[in-house]
């Protein structure tokens, strides 16, 4: 078509529409490409747009046409100001063209004519250019719209639709893919609407595609792009993501400290002022020492100190209220919203402690340990129980021995001072101690330490009665065992401490396991009253040991402990003891390969020690001369000997075998032992057999023999015995009864022993449980039916003595003994034994129990027996009238 008539005009557009120049392959020579110095603004004063520059320049509307010579550019001139007024031009046709306000009826407002959106025309390409397509541009759509919808917003044509009729439609998410129906399209005339108000903080831009068919549905025109931008609006107040933040700082820090940092989102486009957030303190609690302690950074909430002074022990906490406001900041358009900033004051050791007094005093018996004898207070303004105000304390003089530390009390913080060695009145009366306290934590740089942190601390030293105490505890003495009673040992003389005081001793004996000793009650002198032997039980590892007591007289009392050890020197006063005293021998003398079964290892045991003991000498005596002509002794070592049979054979038997053993003392002591020689018969190994050492025990063969003739005669008494025993109780349990055993009752009443059956068994007749009327008078319930478990409210009878377990003879005075007991006894229970008869009411079909020693002959009637069931059948085919007898 021809755009020769194309003149640009100038336009004012409304707030919140866009202003662009989209320009594609156009020559780089043309002055409207540089758009550099121009900037755009916005006032919410004038609802219209304008331009601005910053030095005058020339701006230029472009327009082209299909042909590479066909352009239109149009200049807009400059005011003195700078401020230029551009003519807006839409694209239609494929081509820029000039859209003017007009003025309506409504309040003479400007009107703005939709865009019209063309499809690129189509053209054969030729030799000498290349095909150029028109750049769309964007669609923007302000967001929180109040309609009315659907609302207008472009419309879509082909330059084809003068030819043949063309459907319009369009897709992509907002479209026919979800969110779907956001925005719909006339097919007929192309116009496009959106049909809800728009949030673009749920979805800022939409991509659609616009399609052309014709009324078959062929392409007409290729699918053109469609970009719809959601303009933002300030609708969202910053949030901020804790209504209260926690920071701390230290207490003394210089001015410009970061403290914390607070941060507020606001869901606003952050690229526009709607998401751009400011922030200001609001307050700060308490105002102390300045009302503005802190201050924070507008940008980036980063909260800092502003002045010197913070001191927790005056303020230990601050509260601030922080504002964050968008649109930077702009209190008159902006949406606001506040947190709280709680700023702890940390604790630096800034304030040493402090003694609450120069000095301190206390007193501390003598001898005593592990207690606290003097108490320092002291103050600290820090924090309580932390490193800040933990206190140390330290002996600095006056304890050069170590007598004293001073621990911390974790609650108070108190000193105690506590002995902790033993201290003596006879050598300090008294002790000053000077004493300073510090903290865990070392002080502030700039923090000197005060000088009443140093304090003297004075320690009066109390005297007590001191125990007597001995000097050489435990005293060692030495001496030969075989002391004589009444031989003086030792003088063990306790030393009383208590030089200021003279006090008298007094000794006494406390423990003397042998009784072997006494001490002078008033000199300590030792004294045996008995003979010290070595060898005694008491005596461990040749050391006596007795224990004495030393108490003065003073008030109270007191009393030392001393410990005498006697070591006594072994003499050679015990003679050796032959060991074994016991052992076998072969009767006969074996071959070399069996020497064992002829010869007797021995040795002795002595109670001295060394020296007076081993090496042994045996000897065989001379009397009596046999026992040097059937044995001889060996010597194996200094310890061992052997016993040998001189003789080829010996009888059977036990002998006694002298022999005479020395030790090796000074002088030496003999002993004659004798040893027990059992000869018996050997087997090849040379080991007694058992006949042979019963044999050798003295026993022979006819004594065996009445031994093992005695065993088997008991044995046999047994056997009869037992046997008696069974036989006796089997004849009592088969002895005959007194009554015919087919009269015996007993047999039917063990078989009844079935208590529940089928329904045939449950139609029972109530009317035998009824109370019966000749108790009436006695009985305080009401008539009627009552239960067979409870006892009758009457007296109870006295039964007569029973037999536990009657002789089945006795069975017949048993039943006439039990039915007299049963027939004056109305209140036994009818479920208290077997062996009790008890009344069951009047008018029993039963009869009296009294009727078991009469035939069932009489008269009685029995037909209702017929009623009772298949169970009873046989009862009353016995009984009932049609029964044989």
């Given at each position: 078509?021809?755009?020769?008539?194309?003149?640009?005009?100038?336009?004012?557009?409304?707030?919140?529409?866009?202003?662009?120049?989209?320009?594609?392959?156009?020559?780089?020579?043309?002055?409207?490409?540089?758009?550099?110095?121009?900037?755009?603004?916005?006032?919410?004063?004038?609802?219209?747009?304008?331009?601005?520059?910053?030095?005058?320049?020339?701006?230029?509307?472009?327009?082209?046409?299909?042909?590479?010579?066909?352009?239109?550019?149009?200049?807009?001139p400059a005011g003195p100001d700078h401020s230029l007024q551009p003519?807006?031009?839409?694209?239609?046709?494929?081509?820029?063209?000039?859209?003017?306000?007009?003025?309506?009826?409504?309040?003479?407002?400007?009107?703005?004519?939709?865009?019209?959106?063309?499809?690129?025309?189509?053209?054969?390409?030729?030799?000498?250019?290349?095909?150029?397509?028109?750049?769309?541009?964007?669609?923007?759509?302000?967001?929180?719209?109040?309609?009315?919808?659907?609302?207008?917003?472009?419309?879509?044509?082909?330059?084809?639709?003068?030819?043949?009729?063309?459907?319009?439609?369009?897709?992509?998410?907002?479209?026919?893919?979800?969110?779907?129906?956001?925005?719909?399209?006339?097919?007929?005339?192309?116009?496009?609407?959106?049909?809800?108000?728009?949030?673009?903080?749920?979805?800022?831009?939409?991509?659609?595609?616009?399609?052309?068919?014709?009324?078959?549905?062929?392409?007409?025109?290729?699918?053109?792009?469609?970009?719809?931008?959601?303009?933002?609006?300030?609708?969202?107040?910053?949030?901020?993501?804790?209504?209260?933040?926690?920071?701390?700082?230290?207490?003394?820090?210089?001015?410009?400290?970061?403290?914390?940092?607070?941060?507020?989102?606001?869901?606003?486009?952050?690229?526009?002022?709607?998401?751009?957030?400011?922030?200001?303190?609001?307050?700060?609690?308490?105002?102390?020492?300045?009302?503005?302690?802190?201050?924070?950074?507008?940008?980036?909430?980063?909260?800092?100190?502003?002045?010197?002074?913070?001191?927790?022990?005056?303020?230990?906490?601050?509260?601030?209220?922080?504002?964050?406001?968008?649109?930077?900041?702009?209190?008159?358009?902006?949406?606001?919203?506040?947190?709280?900033?709680?700023?702890?004051?940390?604790?630096?050791?800034?304030?040493?402690?402090?003694?609450?007094?120069?000095?301190?005093?206390?007193?501390?018996?003598?001898?005593?340990?592990?207690?606290?004898?003097?108490?320092?207070?002291?103050?600290?303004?820090?924090?309580?129980?932390?490193?800040?105000?933990?206190?140390?304390?330290?002996?600095?003089?006056?304890?050069?021995?170590?007598?004293?530390?001073?621990?911390?009390?974790?609650?108070?913080?108190?000193?105690?001072?506590?002995?902790?060695?033993?201290?003596?009145?006879?050598?300090?009366?008294?002790?000053?101690?000077?004493?300073?306290?510090?903290?865990?934590?070392?002080?502030?740089?700039?923090?000197?330490?005060?000088?009443?942190?140093?304090?003297?601390?004075?320690?009066?030293?109390?005297?007590?009665?001191?125990?007597?105490?001995?000097?050489?505890?435990?005293?060692?003495?030495?001496?030969?065992?075989?002391?004589?009673?009444?031989?003086?040992?030792?003088?063990?003389?306790?030393?009383?401490?208590?030089?200021?005081?003279?006090?008298?001793?007094?000794?006494?004996?406390?423990?003397?396991?042998?009784?072997?000793?006494?001490?002078?009650?008033?000199?300590?002198?030792?004294?045996?009253?008995?003979?010290?032997?070595?060898?005694?039980?008491?005596?461990?590892?040749?050391?006596?040991?007795?224990?004495?007591?030393?108490?003065?007289?003073?008030?109270?009392?007191?009393?030392?402990?001393?410990?005498?050890?006697?070591?006594?020197?072994?003499?050679?006063?015990?003679?050796?003891?032959?060991?074994?005293?016991?052992?076998?021998?072969?009767?006969?003398?074996?071959?070399?390969?069996?020497?064992?079964?002829?010869?007797?290892?021995?040795t002795a045991s002595d109670a001295d020690a060394d020296p007076n003991?081993?090496?042994?000498?045996?000897?065989?005596?001379?009397?009596?001369?046999?026992?040097?002509?059937?044995?001889?002794?060996?010597?194996?070592?200094?310890?061992?000997?052997?016993?040998?049979?001189?003789?080829?054979?010996?009888?059977?038997?036990?002998?006694?075998?002298?022999?005479?053993?020395?030790?090796?003392?000074?002088?030496?002591?003999?002993?004659?032992?004798?040893?027990?020689?059992?000869?018996?018969?050997?087997?090849?190994?040379?080991?007694?057999?058992?006949?042979?050492?019963?044999?050798?025990?003295?026993?022979?063969?006819?004594?065996?023999?009445?031994?093992?003739?005695?065993?088997?005669?008991?044995?046999?008494?047994?056997?009869?015995?037992?046997?008696?025993?069974?036989?006796?109780?089997?004849?009592?349990?088969?002895?005959?009864?007194?009554?015919?055993?087919?009269?015996?009752?007993?047999?039917?009443?063990?078989?009844?022993?079935?208590?529940?059956?089928?329904?045939?068994?449950?139609?029972?007749?109530?009317?035998?449980?009824?109370?019966?009327?000749?108790?009436?008078?006695?009985?305080?319930?009401?008539?009627?039916?009552?239960?067979?478990?409870?006892?009758?409210?009457?007296?109870?009878?006295?039964?007569?003595?029973?037999?536990?377990?009657?002789?089945?003879?006795?069975?017949?005075?048993?039943?006439?003994?039990?039915?007299?007991?049963?027939?004056?006894?109305?209140?036994?229970?009818?479920?208290?034994?077997?062996?009790?008869?008890?009344?069951?009411?009047?008018?029993?079909?039963?009869?009296?129990?009294?009727?078991?020693?009469?035939?069932?002959?009489?008269?009685?009637?029995?037909?209702?027996?017929?009623?009772?069931?298949?169970?009873?059948?046989?009862?009353?085919?016995?009984?009932?009238?049609?029964?044989?007898?």
């Open positions: 078509p021809d755009h020769s008539d194309i003149s640009p005009a100038p336009l004012k557009i409304p707030t919140g529409w866009s202003y662009g120049l989209h320009l594609q392959d156009s020559p780089a020579d043309l002055e409207c490409r540089d758009m550099s110095c121009l900037a755009f603004q916005s006032s919410h004063i004038s609802p219209f747009l304008s331009l601005s520059t910053d030095f005058p320049c020339q701006v230029q509307n472009c327009g082209y046409g299909p042909q590479d010579s066909q352009q239109i550019c149009t200049p807009i003519s807006l031009s839409a694209v239609e046709n494929g081509f820029l063209s000039p859209k003017v306000a007009s003025k309506d009826d409504h309040h003479g407002k400007p009107q703005l004519r939709p865009s019209v959106i063309t499809f690129p025309w189509q053209r054969r390409p030729s030799a000498g250019r290349q095909k150029r397509d028109w750049v769309i541009p964007p669609i923007n759509v302000p967001e929180n719209s109040r309609g009315p919808f659907p609302q207008m917003l472009v419309r879509i044509r082909s330059d084809q639709d003068r030819d043949i009729q063309i459907r319009y439609s369009i897709t992509g998410a907002g479209a026919d893919q979800p969110p779907n129906e956001v925005y719909s399209i006339d097919p007929v005339a192309g116009k496009m609407f959106v049909t809800r108000p728009l949030d673009r903080e749920e979805r800022s831009s939409y991509h659609l595609r616009a399609h052309a068919v014709d009324m078959n549905g062929n392409k007409v025109e290729n699918p053109i792009d469609l970009y719809i931008y959601v303009i933002d609006m300030n609708d969202n107040r910053p949030e901020f993501r804790n209504q209260v933040y926690n920071g701390s700082v230290n207490e003394g820090t210089r001015p410009g400290t970061y403290v914390m940092s607070l941060t507020a989102n606001d869901a606003d486009d952050d690229t526009t002022a709607n998401g751009m957030v400011r922030y200001r303190i609001l307050s700060q609690s308490p105002h102390s020492p300045i009302p503005n302690m802190f201050t924070i950074n507008s940008e980036t909430g980063d909260i800092v100190t502003m002045a010197a002074g913070l001191d927790r022990e005056k303020v230990s906490q601050y509260t601030i209220i922080v504002q964050a406001t968008d649109m930077e900041g702009n209190l008159n358009f902006g949406l606001s919203n506040t947190a709280t900033a709680l700023i702890s004051v940390t604790d630096v050791n800034d304030n040493p402690p402090e003694f609450t007094s120069k000095t301190f005093s206390g007193e501390v018996p003598e001898n005593r340990v592990n207690i606290v004898v003097a108490n320092l207070t002291v103050t600290d303004l820090d924090k309580p129980h932390t490193r800040n105000w933990n206190a140390v304390y330290r002996i600095v003089s006056g304890d050069p021995s170590g007598h004293f530390i001073v621990r911390t009390n974790p609650v108070t913080n108190d000193g105690m001072v506590t002995v902790v060695r033993p201290v003596d009145y006879e050598m300090n009366r008294a002790f000053m101690l000077k004493v300073v306290v510090s903290n865990q934590e070392d002080l502030a740089s700039d923090i000197q330490s005060s000088l009443q942190s140093t304090a003297g601390v004075t320690i009066s030293v109390v005297d007590v009665n001191e125990a007597p105490f001995f000097p050489s505890n435990p005293k060692v003495v030495r001496f030969e065992e075989g002391v004589p009673a009444g031989t003086t040992l030792t003088t063990f003389a306790a030393t009383d401490p208590d030089r200021f005081v003279h006090q008298m001793v007094r000794y006494s004996k406390l423990n003397d396991p042998a009784s072997w000793l006494s001490i002078n009650v008033t000199n300590g002198q030792i004294v045996t009253t008995d003979v010290l032997d070595r060898e005694s039980v008491f005596v461990k590892n040749n050391v006596y040991e007795a224990t004495f007591l030393a108490a003065d007289n003073g008030s109270p009392s007191t009393t030392g402990t001393g410990t005498l050890q006697i070591y006594l020197i072994d003499v050679n006063d015990n003679a050796p003891a032959l060991v074994p005293r016991e052992a076998q021998i072969c009767e006969r003398l074996r071959s070399h390969s069996n020497a064992n079964g002829n010869s007797i290892n021995i003991v081993g090496p042994f000498i045996f000897e065989l005596p001379t009397h009596p001369p046999s026992i040097r002509r059937n044995w001889t002794v060996s010597r194996l070592n200094g310890d061992y000997a052997q016993l040998r049979l001189r003789i080829q054979h010996l009888d059977a038997g036990v002998y006694d075998v002298p022999v005479v053993v020395s030790d090796s003392g000074n002088p030496p002591l003999s002993s004659r032992s004798v040893i027990k020689v059992k000869a018996c018969p050997c087997d090849e190994h040379g080991d007694c057999t058992v006949a042979g050492a019963v044999a050798a025990a003295g026993l022979g063969t006819g004594a065996i023999i009445a031994i093992l003739i005695c065993i088997i005669i008991l044995l046999i008494l047994v056997l009869i015995f037992v046997g008696w025993i069974k036989r006796r109780e089997k004849e009592r349990q088969t002895k005959q009864l007194l009554i015919d055993p087919e009269d015996d009752v007993r047999d039917n009443i063990l078989k009844y022993d079935e208590e529940g059956g089928g329904e045939e068994d449950q139609d029972y007749d109530l009317s035998q449980l009824q109370q019966p009327e000749s108790l009436e008078h006695i009985i305080s319930k009401a008539s009627g039916v009552r239960r067979v478990d409870e006892r009758p409210a009457v007296a109870e009878a006295q039964y007569p003595t029973r037999p536990t377990l009657p002789h089945p003879g006795d069975i017949g005075d048993f039943i006439h003994e039990g039915l007299r007991a049963a027939d004056n006894d109305p209140t036994a229970p009818p479920y208290d034994s077997l062996l009790v008869f008890d009344y069951e009411g009047s008018g029993s079909t039963a009869g009296s129990v009294s009727s078991l020693d009469s035939s069932s002959t009489g008269d009685q009637d029995y037909d209702y027996l017929d009623d009772w069931g298949p169970r009873f059948k046989k009862l009353a085919d016995m009984y009932g009238s049609g029964g044989d007898d």
